[in-house]
């Protein structure tokens, strides 16, 4: 009878933590480490100890990561599903990123792929991020598991684009940096995606490509992003229960500055969300749609509007929607809001991104710092030189908006000389349009980013790494740092 009673808890508890993982688990994650070490717990039910093990990792994965990973294992053992399979290296690997082990994250994905293919094969393109650049320091491996992620059989639409796509450029950089140039054309060969075909137009290592990909219009930048826009669509009819090509056509419109259609199309889905609509994706997506939405409306200089859109997208997890709390912060850092936009950033639980993710949350704090502690403001910037060589973007942000063109035209240089960190010092020079509205603070912004451009010693790095690329688009495609 005890036993009963056991498994009948341990069943509400996770009945209970399934509910609302977020509101659920500070309360109940004491009392589920007490029923887990319990003796009797493995004299329970399987099915019952699954789905509480499931709960119990997903509770544990950030604040009591050796909770987590103890309930992995326990869960491993007893897995009746691909699903329990997919979860535990999920799990295992997002650990391995808080700790900014991406080795070992690397190692983990390689072993799910090698064990059971067909069950890495069902990820989304945001399980594989953390490495989908290859592994800093280590070539071999980063080459192995680029070419795992080009060429596994993925059944999701989004993770079959990153494959031809995304994850195809990182595994030519890599192919091209051994020399092995012929290789690294044929590994970005299907590559059909706007920010793809940017990188690939600006960056040295494939010059080969260049005049024979200008001859076949494979640079026509409005007719690539018309075409990503119309599979978007298709997508859209397709998949009528999935936000993300939503979010995929907003990013294309704003490109071709139609923005004021993004905004009819993204509220016509928030106006579904907020009806009560569920999506299968609305847990990554609807914040990432109310984001693409406020971006939208900014465009048009709704300034009004973008803020209440971003916050809408903060308000389903105000500690951890970090996409919309950055994109708030920077609305109201470029308005002269700084004080606010610090109260958006702090409120952010840290313990929740990887070390690049607060490198990126300290970069915007310098920023909305800059215009009233100035002090507090340079000592984000010292630390942010500190992992410089890891992530150097966030650096590179708060240089600007402090106003240290000249560190940040070296830094520029340094980027474009380094085959790890080289992307991020040619998006800045893709010559785009800006938006019909440009806040005071991205104007001034904006006059820094262009004298870091014009920096002698970044445009000789620039001239031995890559070109500048010049396109019609706008969006997101504008500004870059």
Not at 307 to 326: I, K, M, N, Q, V
Request: hydrophobic residues 45%; glycine residues 6%.
């Amino acid at each position: 009878m005890d036993l009963l009673r056991l498994q009948d808890e341990v069943s509400a508890v996770a009945v209970q933590a399934f509910s609302d993982f977020e509101s659920a688990c500070p309360a109940t994650l004491p009392r589920m480490q007490t029923l887990l070490a319990d003796p009797r717990f493995d004299r329970i039910e399987v099915e019952v100890r699954r789905q509480f093990l499931f709960a119990l990792m997903i509770c544990a994965e950030v604040k009591e990561p050796p909770v987590a990973l103890d309930a992995a294992a326990r869960l491993e053992a007893i897995a009746s599903e691909p699903s329990d399979l997919a979860a535990v290296y999920s799990m295992r690997i997002s650990e391995a990123l808080q700790r900014d082990d991406k080795a070992e994250a690397a190692r983990r994905f390689l072993e799910l792929a090698e064990q059971s293919p067909a069950v890495a094969a069902t990820w989304e393109p945001e399980l594989v991020s953390g490495f989908a650049n290859g592994v800093p320091g280590d070539p071999d491996l980063s080459l192995k598991v680029l070419k795992t992620l080009v060429e596994l059989p993925w059944d999701k639409p989004a993770s079959k684009s990153a494959a031809r796509n995304g994850w195809a450029l990182a595994y030519g950089r890599l192919l091209a940096d051994r020399g092995q140039t012929a290789e690294a054309a044929r590994a970005v060969d299907k590559a059909d995606e706007l920010y793809v075909l940017l990188m690939i137009a600006g960056d040295r290592r494939f010059a080969t490509l260049w005049p024979s990909w200008e001859a076949k219009k494979r640079f026509d930048w409005t007719a690539l992003a018309e075409a990503q826009l119309a599979r978007a669509r298709t997508e859209m009819t397709d998949l009528p229960d999935q936000l993300r090509p939503a979010v995929d056509a907003l990013e294309m419109l704003r490109a071709l500055g139609r923005s004021e259609e993004a905004v009819l199309i993204g509220q016509a889905y928030t106006a579904r969300l907020d009806d009560g609509e569920r999506f299968d994706d609305a847990g990554a997506q609807e914040e990432l749609l109310r984001v693409a939405v406020g971006g939208a409306l900014l465009d048009l200089g709704k300034v009004a509007e973008a803020e209440a859109s971003y916050r809408a997208a903060a308000a389903s997890s105000p500690t951890r929607a970090f996409d919309a709390g950055l994109a708030l912060a920077g609305l109201l850092t470029d308005e002269r809001k700084g004080r606010e936009a610090t109260t958006v950033l702090n409120a952010l639980d840290r313990d929740y991104l990887t070390p690049a993710g607060r490198a990126w949350l300290d970069g915007r704090r310098a920023c909305a710092m800059a215009s009233n502690d100035t002090k507090g403001a340079e000592t984000i910037v010292a630390d942010l030189r500190k992992t410089r060589d890891d992530v150097p973007g966030p650096l590179s942000l708060a240089l600007l908006c402090l106003g240290h063109v000249e560190e940040a035209g070296d830094l520029l240089a340094w980027r474009l000389r380094s085959e790890q960190h080289r992307a991020g010092g040619l998006d800045p020079y893709w010559i785009t349009r800006p938006p019909t509205y440009v806040a005071p603070g991205r104007a001034a912004f904006e006059r820094s980013r262009q004298a870091m451009l014009d920096r002698p010693e970044a445009r000789k790095a620039l001239a031995e790494t890559g070109r500048p690329v010049e396109t019609p688009l706008s969006g997101d495609y504008w500004g870059g740092f």
